[in-house]
């Protein structure tokens, strides 16, 4: 049995942020929720989340995990008195805790579980992670002894010159036996230079303290300013699109590309530069995305081809190409082998399969069905300025250029509607509508210029 704590509670003063520092985001989540997902492999029994700056949009924000427990630190006195506020809700559980910094998103599930399967098998009181680290600067020095065995940490601003040499840091990430901890926690005093309580004291009064060196760095990058969430968003890209590249995807200049940890991508799919996918995105095999293209929770099926467009909250069948310049605003479903090309923007909008919608239309709040072609600069009014009504357009129907639907409208199969209509009423099954002003000609007219 493991019970996990997050230390969550301060407010993250280098960020110079109104937010909480564990509720910004880097790759689509927060921090305290990347955090939550590094323990999942641990199955905690328990997961605590120290809570105090702005505590109810935390526990907001973590509403759809359902189980957590929120313990209110009221004034944020350090670490240490974040943990010492455990002493109650935790009480007499006799196991393992876990206690987790907030702002150290990165960590793989797997650094938890090796470091919890090391403290076990030690027997220890504490284990921690630690790392040597070029630029220490920030970080509390770990002090060990020839046995790796920790006597104690020292905050980089308690050093003294001599210490801060030392480049061997405390990632922040903690294994405790909890009856032990418990029993010392009392005892931390906020005699430092920040007058805070710090956890880390406790490694001084603890018997069995082992330091674990994590294998790789960028796991254990806390974020304490916003350079630091640069750094920390710019290391999970590359975490993310490594992973996509040894799975068969072509990215072209990666750099310039991100895609959330949320997205799947099948093989064979090519993704051009400054191309963002993002939420629940998923992209079948065949697809060529970008360059200069957004998704973000959407589905693509095989062979779909974006070009500078963007995609929101729709799905897209086999076979279709987008833009360039296309908005799928949200809730499109686009069918197969359809067309939807330049600054043609859908919402609310079915169409079936091989529909072109080739250039300048709005459809919203329609369905349209196979084979229909959408003449350019078809707009189907669908606001009466109180309410959204339905456009329905029949299989093999074609509307003709700058034609406006006045919603709420119906029109049957093979409805060819003249270029310049305006429509407002049904048509069934098979009609030509021409719904515009008759033209006019006055043969052997012209303007005579006024005088000089
Ligand atoms: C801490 C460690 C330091 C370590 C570093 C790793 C201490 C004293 N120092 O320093 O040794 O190298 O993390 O990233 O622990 N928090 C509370 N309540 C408080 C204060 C902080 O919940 O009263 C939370 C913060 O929200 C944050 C975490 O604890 O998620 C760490 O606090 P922070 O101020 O960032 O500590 P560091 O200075 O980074
Ligand atoms: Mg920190």
Redesign the pocket.
């Known amino acids: 049995m493991v019970a996990v704590a997050i ?4 407010r ?1 003063t280098r960020m110079k942020s109104d937010l909480p ?2 509720l910004h985001c880097i790759g689509g989540k927060t921090l305290v929720e990347r955090v939550l997902g590094s323990c999942e492999t641990v199955s905690p029994t328990r997961r605590l989340v ?1 809570v ?1 700056y702005q505590g109810d949009r935390l526990r907001a924000a973590l509403t759809p995990y359902g189980d957590l427990e929120f313990v209110e ?1 009221a004034q ?4 240490g ?2 943990i010492q506020q455990l002493l109650t809700p935790l009480g007499d559980f006799a196991d393992d805790l876990l206690v987790l ?4 998103p990165l960590l793989r599930p797997e650094t938890i579980a090796d470091l919890l399967a090391t403290h076990r098998r030690h027997d220890n009181s504490a284990t921690l992670l630690t790392a040597q680290l070029a630029d220490p600067k920030g ?2 020095r770990v002090f060990c002894d020839l046995d790796n065995r920790v006597e104690k ?1 020292i ?1 980089d601003r308690d050093c003294t010159p001599a210490q801060r040499e030392n480049t061997r ?4 990430i903690y294994c405790f036996n909890w009856p032990q901890l418990a029993a010392v926690l009392p005892q931390l005093s906020n005699d430092n230079d920040q007058q805070e309580y ?3 004291d406790v490694f001084g009064m603890l018997d069995r303290v082992m330091a674990v060196d994590v294998g790789d760095l960028a796991e254990i990058t ?1 974020i ?1 300013d916003r350079r630091q969430l640069a750094i920390a968003a710019d290391l999970l890209q590359t975490r993310i699109k490594d992973h996509w590249m040894r799975s068969g995807v072509t990215l072209i200049n990666p750099d310039s590309i991100t895609i959330d940890d949320t997205v799947t991508l099948a093989p064979d799919v090519i993704i051009e530069p400054q191309t963002h996918l993002r939420g629940n995105t998923t992209i079948a095999t065949g697809c060529h995305i970008g360059p200069g293209s957004l998704i973000e929770n959407s589905t693509l099926g095989e062979n779909v081809t974006v070009l500078y467009s963007v995609i929101s909250d729709s799905t897209v069948a086999a076979q279709t190409r987008i833009g360039p310049y296309a908005h799928l605003r949200g809730h499109a479903t686009v069918g197969e082998a359809c067309r939807i090309g330049n600054f043609v923007e859908l919402k609310k909008t079915q169409l079936g399969t091989k529909t072109n919608v080739s250039h300048l239309s709005y459809l919203g709040d329609a369905t349209v069905g196979d084979r229909v072609n959408i003449g350019a600069g078809t707009i189907t009014a669908n606001y009466d300025g109180v309410n959204k009504h339905q456009t329905i357009i029949g299989n093999g129907s074609k509307t003709g250029s700058n034609s406006v639907l006045v919603a709420p409208l119906t029109l049957g199969e093979g409805v060819t509607i003249a270029a310049g209509s305006t429509v407002t009423e049904n048509v069934g099954d098979d009609a030509l509508v021409i719904a515009r002003a008759r033209q006019v000609v006055k043969p052997g007219w012209r303007l005579t210029p006024p005088e000089a």
């Open positions: 230390l969550a509670a301060g993250g520092k564990v120290i105090g630190q944020q006195l350090g670490t008195h974040a910094n907030g702002d150290v970080y509390g940490i905050e840091i405390n990632a922040g710090y956890l880390t806390g304490n």
